[in-house]
């Protein structure tokens, strides 16, 4: 059974930064290499994808409202995946969720939330 805890939100000024871990637990080979990636859902908004990439290495995907200011990059622990968010603005309030799904042939990732089986709690960011 897997299981994602993220940790890492709360409440920063605008043009400031956070940074997100997202741990999985309960895969039982450290072979796969499924894709983690970072979605987040405003109030009265849907779901929507803010980065992705596939653990054990391959090319990020950002949404096009993050990029340059966020950066995904995995972490020293096993399934562990950082989101790093700079020059965060007002309109990056939102609960933050982290998800596992399989990867494209090639070892791409999307950013559709249906493509996402496994999800965290979620982490409130809210930027003000």
């Known amino acids: 059974h897997v299981q994602l805890v993220e940790s890492g939100g709360g409440s920063v000024q605008a043009g400031g930064t956070q940074r997100l871990t997202c741990t999985a637990s309960g895969y039982a080979t450290s072979t796969i290499r499924p894709c983690m990636g970072w979605f987040r859902q405003a109030p009265g908004k849907e779901r929507e994808g803010v980065a992705a990439l596939r653990i054990g290495g391959g090319t990020a995907v950002y949404a096009d409202s993050v990029k340059g200011r966020f950066t995904i990059s995995q972490g020293d622990a096993p399934f562990t995946m950082h989101l790093q968010m700079d020059s965060l603005k007002p309109e990056d309030t939102a609960m933050y969720y982290c998800?596992?799904?399989?990867?494209?042939?090639?070892?791409?990732?999307?950013?559709?939330?249906?493509?996402?089986?496994?999800w965290g709690q979620g982490t409130q960011v809210t930027v003000s």
């Open positions: 998800a596992t799904g399989p990867s494209r042939d090639g070892g791409s990732c999307l950013l559709s939330p249906p493509l996402y089986s496994n």
